[in-house]
C-alpha cells in the first residue's frame, strides 16, 4: 500500500529515558510503514539540552508556533540528583515550562477511558477532561511566616506613584502566615480562548468553576471575564453546535462532576486544575493512560502523555531486563498530533489513520493484550502480559488486521 503523504511537517520533540526508548519503536512499527512522515525534529533529550544551554528547547517552541502542531515525548526536568548523572553544566527549568511560557497555552489533560477499565466513580461513561490554567496564583506568590505581633498591609501604587488602594489585611497578635496572589486579565482571557476553541474542536460541553461567592474580586474577575469572552466571541458557535457553557461554584461543580456521566471539558484555575487533574487520572485508572495537549490562543497544539519518562523501568532496561512500559498515551499524543495535522492540512487520509491506530491500539487491549500496569486493572478474563515493544507490535498486528 502507498504510504500516507504529508504536507507541512509535524514538530517532533524527542525525549529522555524509556520514553525516548518507546518514541522510536511507535514510529519504526506504528507510523512509518503506514506515514510518510514530515517532521522537523528537535532532540529535547537532556544531553542534547545541555549541549546547546537549553536553545533546543526553545527553538522547538518557536517550531511548534511556525508549524502551528508539535508532538513531544516525555523529558527529564532535571534536578540536583539529574545534574550528577548527566554532568550537567546547570539545571535547566523544565522544558514544559518554557515551551508553554512561549506558547501561552492552556493544558488540556484527557484519560483514554475503555469499558474494561472501570472507573472509581461508577457514573462516569465517558472521559472528563480538565483544562488547567497554567499561570499564577499561588504558582506565583509571594508568602510570609510571619514570626511576631504586628501589622500586615496591601497596598497598590501606579505607574505615577499614586496609591490606589491601602488596606489592613491582618492585625497580628500572634504569629501566623502571610500570602499574595496575583493574576493578570491577558492571560484569563487567552486561558478563556483557549478552553472556547477546545470546547468548539472536540464539541464537547465547558463547564469553568471559581470560588466566586467567596473571593468576589479576584475569582468573581475569572468568571466575568470568561462570560464577556463567551457572550460576544463563542456563543453563537456553541448555540450552533449545541454544546453548552456553564459555569458553577466549585463546590456545585466537584459534586454535579462526581455524579455525572463525564464527556465535557471542566475548566479550572490553576490550583484547582493541579488537584482535579491527578484526582481524574486516578478515578479513571492510571496516569499511564491520560494524554495532554497545550492549546494556545493563537491555534498551535502541542500533544504529549501526562506521565514522565518511567526512570524505574529505564534503569531495569539498562541492566539488560524485560520491561512492560505502557505506550498508550505516547501513541496517542503522536495520532493526536497527526490527526491535528490532518485536519489543517485537508488530508482526510491522516485523520483516518490516527483514528484507527487509536482504535486498534484499544482493540489489542480488549482482546487481552497488554502491558503489567493495565493487567492490573483491567476486568478482563483472559490477559496476557506483554513487553514494550511486544504490545507496539501486537497493536500493528491488530492494526493491519484491521485495515488490511
Ligand atoms: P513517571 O515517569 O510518570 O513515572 C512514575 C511511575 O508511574 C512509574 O515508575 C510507573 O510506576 C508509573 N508509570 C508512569 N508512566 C507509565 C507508563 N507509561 N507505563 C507504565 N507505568 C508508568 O514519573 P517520575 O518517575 O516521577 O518522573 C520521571 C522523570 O520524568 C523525572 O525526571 C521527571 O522530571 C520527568 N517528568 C516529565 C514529564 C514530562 O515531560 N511531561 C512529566 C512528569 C515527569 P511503577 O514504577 O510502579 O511501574
Ligand atoms: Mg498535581
Known sequence: MA????????????????????????????????????????????????????????????????????????????????????NLKKMYKSPNGTIRAILDGTVFRTPITMDCLKPSVRSWNKPITIARHAYGDIYKCTEYRVPTNGKAEIKFTDENGNVLFDETVFDFKCPGVLMATYNKDDSIESFAHACFQFALATKQDLWFSTKDTISKKYDHTFK???????????????????????????????????????????????????????????????????TSVLCSPDGNFEYEAAHGT????????????????????????????????????????????????EAASLKTIENGFMTKDLALLADLENKTVLGTEEFIIKVRETYDAMVG
Open 3 to 86: 504510504k500516507i503523504q504529508m504536507r507541512t511537517p509535524l514538530v517532533e520533540m524527542d525525549g529522555d529515558e524509556m520514553t525516548r526508548i518507546i518514541w522510536a519503536m511507535i514510529k519504526e512499527h506504528l507510523i512509518n510503514p503506514y506515514i510518510d512522515l514530515k517532521t522537523e525534529y528537535y532532540d529535547l533529550g537532556l544531553v542534547k539540552r545541555d549541549e546547546t544551554d537549553d536553545r533546543i528547547t526553545v527553538e522547538a517552541a518557536e517550531a511548534v508556533k511556525k508549524y502551528g502542531v508539535g508532538v513531544k515525548c516525555a523529558t527529564i526536568t532535571p534536578n540536583a540528583q539529574r545534574v550528577t548523572e548527566y
Open 224 to 290: 466575568d471575564i470568561f462570560q464577556k469572552i463567551y457572550d460576544e466571541q463563542y456563543k453563537a458557535r456553541f448555540e450552533e453546535l449545541g454544546i453548552t457553557y456553564f459555569y458553577t461554584l466549585i463546590d456545585d461543580a466537584v459534586a454535579r462532576v462526581i455524579r455525572s456521566n463525564g464527556g465535557f471539558i471542566w475548566a479550572c484555575k490553576n490550583y484547582d486544575g493541579d488537584v482535579m487533574s491527578d484526582m481524574v487520572a486516578t478515578a479513571f485508572g492510571s496516569l499511564a493512560m491520560m
Open 310 to 357: 518511567v526512570t524505574r523501568h529505564y534503569y531495569k532496561h539498562l541492566e539488560g531486563e524485560k520491561t512492560s512500559t505502557n505506550s498508550m498515551a505516547t501513541l496517542f499524543a503522536w495520532t493526536g498530533a497527526l490527526r491535528k495535522r490532518g485536519e489543517l492540512d485537508n488530508i482526510p487520509e491522516l485523520v483516518k489513520y490516527a483514528d484507527d491506530m
